[in-house]
């Protein structure tokens, strides 16, 4: 609750107050964590502009191209899916289409696995690894306040589909130009996921969670910087690799 105080005498933040601050003082957000480890606002801004974008998406580009469209940047799947007869590619693209829209739909709950899956890594690698004495909790709600930034992903998605931009390309993986990727579509496709790490929007993010778990596992943010761009690290080589080794 907004009237709830800190251990030195001070007023604790809103939720709302702790999402405005993400933007523009984030360490008063993270810090207030230590009192009040709750993510529920961060979750429902999340899922608003999760299906306010799914929605545009599907009435905007269709599933079934969107399908498509993944088949074509997999130049292997593209091959094998351009040779079937004309009624298996049907069938084929509109399973897909199928799933596309039932996974899109249901984003969040994969979001909220993903966040949970870091959040363990994290808290295990700040307690064991640099000896803090964080939560799981706290580090999960640090996740979701420093992903906030996310949110201006699906709301650019959302007014560009509005006006009808880029509806018949639309890369449902990367679909706003936030990063050198999305204006390179037809470099190989270990390449285009490398160059989509380095993200505008995927960098602030990291930075935040450098801020945030340096503030709720009290340690110095160039070991934070350590753990969180150690595991950042480790994913881009596992995902290049797979991609590399798969396309």
Do not use: C, H
């Amino acid at each position: 609750m907004a009237d709830e105080t800190t251990m030195d005498g001070r007023t604790g933040l809103s939720e709302i107050e702790r999402v405005v601050d993400i933007f523009v003082a984030p360490s008063k957000t993270f810090t207030d964590i230590l009192r009040n480890a709750s993510w529920w606002l961060p979750f429902l801004l999340m899922l608003l502009v999760t299906i306010g974008s799914t929605v545009a998406v599907d009435k905007q580009v269709g599933f079934g191209r969107v399908a498509e469209n993944q088949i074509q940047e997999r130049p292997k799947q593209a091959e094998q899916y351009n040779n079937l007869p004309a009624d298996q590619k049907a069938a084929q693209l509109a399973s897909m289409a199928k799933i596309y829209r039932v996974t899109s739909y249901g984003s969040f709950v994969f979001v909220l696995i993903f966040v949970a899956i870091g959040s363990l890594l994290y808290w295990a690698s700040f307690n064991f690894g640099l000896g803090a004495r964080t939560t799981f909790k706290q580090m999960f709600a640090v996740w979701m306040y420093a992903s906030l930034p996310r949110l201006f992903t699906g709301l650019l998605s959302i007014v560009l589909l509005a006006a009808g931009v880029n509806t018949e390309g639309y890369n449902m993986q990367n679909p706003v130009g936030t990063n050198l990727a999305y204006y390179l579509p037809d470099s190989a496709p270990w390449l285009k996921l490398l160059l989509s790490f380095f993200d505008v929007i995927g960098l602030w993010v990291v930075v935040l969670l450098i801020i945030g778990t340096a503030i709720v596992a009290k340690v110095p943010r160039a070991r934070a910087a350590m753990v969180v761009l150690g595991w950042w690290l480790l994913g881009l080589i596992i995902m290049v690799a797979t991609s590399a080794a798969s396309s």
